[in-house]
Structures are given as C-alpha cells and as structure tokens.
C-alpha cells in the first residue's frame, strides 16, 4: 500500500481496520492498544469507537476501555457424523453430505485439529484474562478498604493524642493549683 492510498483512509477506516486485525489474531482490543496501533488520540479513539458501540452496534464494550466484535453470524447448521458399514464415515452438515473414508477422515481430523487448538488456546486467554481482571478488582477494593481502615485509625489516633494533650494540660493546671496551695 503507498502512502497516498494510507493517506486517504479516515480515521474511523484506520480504527476499524486494527480492531478487525487484532479481533483475527485473537487479541484483546484495548483503547490502549488502538492508540499505539493507530498512533491516533485517545479522544479520537474514543469518539469513533463509542459510536461503534452505541450507534452502529458493530462492537460491545467488554469491561472499561476492552471491546469485542459483535458478530452476525448465521445460525449454525446441523451437523452429524455417522459411521456406515462398510467403513465410511458419512458427515452430514445441513443438506450436504460427504461421505469419507478413514484416511480421509484423519486427513481432516489432522487438518481441523489447529483449528480446534486455537479455539482452545482462545477460550483460555479469555478465561484467564477474565480471571486476572477479577483478581485486580479485588486488589483494588481491599486496598481501598485498607485506605480507609489507615485513615480511621490515624484520625483516632490524633483525637487521642489532643486527648492526651488537654489532659497534661489540665493536670499541670492542677499541679500548679495544688503548689499555690502549698
């Protein structure tokens, strides 16, 4: 691609283009990372990207500042593996039927096992994205617990020591008054 055809390219065109390539690749889109792909701002980002989300529907909003595709995939067709007698495996997928022999079958296990590999690996990027997020959450509301239990006890413990402090006061009072006495 020259410069001129980049040049030409909106900014919503620019955006759109790096979510689709990261949503391929299987990574998180991120404000963050759209900012560094882009190299546009974060206010432009979040300008298109909120009317992605709310007015066009083609993205939905994950947890703050991650998104997903919103994909309009067709329902899936049924699909059935049958095994016939004389060998074959009959595989049924809406009205199409192809039926295969077993070499022909561990050809195509060989071939959809990467498939079904990545799916694998995706789901558990996910679930342990999720996991971390979840955990980071929890750090944040016990340190914000803790925040406030610190601050509670320092200001108790500055009510004390003014406590503490008229109390010497009034007992030098008293020390002095019990000298005149004297």
Not at 24 to 33: K, P, V
Not at 65 to 89: C, H, I, K, N, W
Not at 123 to 139: K, N, W
Request: net charge negative; no cysteine; proline share 1%.
């Amino acid at each position: 691609m020259t410069d001129t055809q980049s040049n030409n390219k909106t900014s919503r065109q620019i955006i759109w283009d790096a979510i689709v390539e990261m949503d391929s690749l299987g990574q998180a889109i991120s404000r963050q990372r759209l900012v560094e792909v882009t190299r546009l701002s974060f206010h432009v980002i979040d300008d298109h990207v909120s009317r992605m989300i709310e007015v066009d529907g083609t993205l939905r909003r994950v947890v703050s500042g991650v998104f997903e595709v919103v994909r309009g995939y067709m329902a899936p067709r049924v699909v059935s593996f049958a095994d016939l007698d004389d060998g074959q495996t009959l595989i049924e997928v809406g009205d199409q039927q192809l039926r295969v022999w077993p070499r022909e079958l561990r050809i195509i296990g060989l071939r959809t096992s990467g498939n079904a590999q990545q799916f694998a690996a995706l789901q558990m990027q996910h679930d342990v994205g999720m996991m971390g997020q979840e955990q980071m959450l929890q750090q944040v509301a016990v340190r914000r617990e803790q925040a406030a239990r610190i601050k509670q006890l320092e200001d108790e413990n500055i009510a004390l020591k003014k406590r503490n402090n008229e109390m010497a006061v009034r007992g030098g009072e008293v020390i002095d008054a019990q000298a005149s006495l004297l």
